[in-house]
C-alpha cells in the first residue's frame, strides 16, 4: 500500500509527500491532537535568513515610529499610531509590501507546508504583521479565536484561518510567552468572557522557532515582565472564501508576481477574478495562475463543452 499516491486524494498527494519530506509528520500530528505545534528552529530557517528578517523588522520599526529599536531595550510609540495599541505593545502591519524578504517568508517551505495542511490548499494571506511587545500590565490572558464565529460565537469544525508566529526573540512565561489553550480546536466556539484561563499554558520557544495554530485554537498571552523586546512575524492565512485582513489581490505588483512562482500569486489572490467592476470577471487570471488541480477542472469543462457542441 503506497501512501502519498491515491487517486481519489490527487490533490492532497503533494501535500502528504511534503510533510514526509520535510519531516512535520510529529507537528501535523500535535496539530491534529491538541491544536498547536512547535517547530524548532532548524527545521524552519537557516541563521542568516532570521537574521535578514529580524533586522528588517526592526528597521521598519525605526522606520515607522522615528525611534531606535533594540533587542535589550523597551520600545516606545514614538509617532507610529496604527490601531491597536496596548501597554507595551504595537503591531506592524502589511509586511508583504514592505520588503521583499517577506515573500520568502510565506513561501518557506515549512510555513507554506502546514499552512497548506491546515487549510487544504486553500490558503491565502490574510495579513503579515509584526507583534511589537515590552514590557506592560495585563489584567487577562486575553483569549480568543481567530476564526471569525457565526452570530452565536460558534466555529467550522475545520480549520477557516490559520496562523503561525516565527518567533524572533525568546518565547517564555515572563517574556509574554503566547498562550494555548490545548485540544480547544475541537470545541468549534469563542470562549466566553475570562474562559479557559486556567487551562491555557505558556507556549515557551526558542527564537527562530515556529509556533504553528489551528485557526480554532483558543489563544492569548502572558504579561511580559522582562525588559527588552518580544518580536515576531505573524503569519495569519485564511481560506480563499474569506475577506483577507489586508489588501493583496488588487495592491500587490507585477515584479512580485514575476519573480516569485505561482503559489505566490495565489497566495495574494492574483489568481482570484472576484471583486470586479463594469468591465466583469477577468478569467485570464485564473487560467495564468490558478493551481494545477483548478487548471485541470477548467480544461475538463471546456473539453465537455466543445463536444457536446460537435454532438
Ligand atoms: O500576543 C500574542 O502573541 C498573541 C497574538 C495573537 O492573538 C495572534 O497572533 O493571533
Ligand atoms: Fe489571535
Not at 108 to 120: E, G, Q
Request: proline residues 5%.
Amino acid at each position: 500500500m503506497r501512501f502519498g499516491e491515491f487517486k481519489s486524494t490527487e490533490a492532497f498527494n503533494g501535500t502528504f509527500k511534503r510533510i514526509r519530506e520535510l519531516g512535520l509528520e510529529k507537528h501535523v500530528f500535535e496539530l491534529d491532537s491538541y491544536g498547536f505545534t512547535v517547530v524548532p528552529p532548524e527545521q524552519v530557517a537557516d541563521r542568516a535568513f532570521f537574521e535578514r528578517l529580524r533586522e528588517t523588522v526592526l528597521r521598519i520599526c525605526r522606520e515607522r515610529t522615528g525611534v531606535e529599536f533594540r533587542l535589550d531595550r523597551n520600545g516606545e510609540f514614538g509617532h507610529y499610531k496604527a490601531q491597536p495599541q496596548t501597554e507595551g505593545q504595537f503591531l506592524l502591519f502589511y509586511l508583504l509590501m514592505a520588503d521583499r524578504v517577506f515573500e520568502e517568508w510565506v513561501l518557506n517551505p515549512t510555513l507554506y507546508t502546514l499552512i497548506d495542511y491546515l487549510l487544504r490548499g486553500q490558503q491565502q494571506v490574510s495579513s503579515l504583521t509584526s507583534f511589537v511587545k515590552w514590557k506592560g500590565k495585563r489584567e487577562t490572558l486575553g483569549l480568543h479565536s481567530d476564526c471569525p464565529p457565526d452570530r452565536d460565537g460558534r466555529l467550522p469544525a475545520c480549520s477557516d484561518v490559520a496562523n503561525a508566529a516565527y518567533c524572533l526573540t525568546d518565547y517564555t512565561l515572563d517574556n509574554g510567552a503566547i498562550a494555548m489553550v490545548p485540544g480547544s480546536h475541537t470545541w468549534c466556539r469563542q470562549p466566553r468572557r475570562g474562559e479557559g484561563e486556567k487551562s491555557a499554558v505558556p507556549v515557551e520557544a526558542e527564537s527562530g522557532s515556529l509556533i504553528v495554530w489551528h485557526g480554532n485554537t483558543w489563544h492569548g498571552a502572558f504579561e511580559k515582565k522582562t525588559d527588552g523586546l518580544r518580536l515576531n512575524v505573524t503569519s495569519y492565512h485564511c481560506h480563499r472564501r474569506l475577506k483577507n485582513q489586508e489588501n493583496y489581490q488588487w495592491r500587490v505588483t507585477r515584479e512580485m508576481l514575476d519573480r516569485n512562482p505561482p503559489e505566490f500569486a495565489r497566495l495574494v489572490g492574483a489568481d482570484d477574478q472576484m471583486g470586479w467592476d463594469e468591465n466583469g470577471p477577468d478569467y485570464s487570471r485564473m487560467a495564468k495562475y490558478g493551481s494545477p488541480e483548478v487548471k485541470k477542472r477548467m480544461a475538463g469543462a471546456r473539453r465537455a463543452a466543445e463536444e457536446a457542441d460537435a454532438a
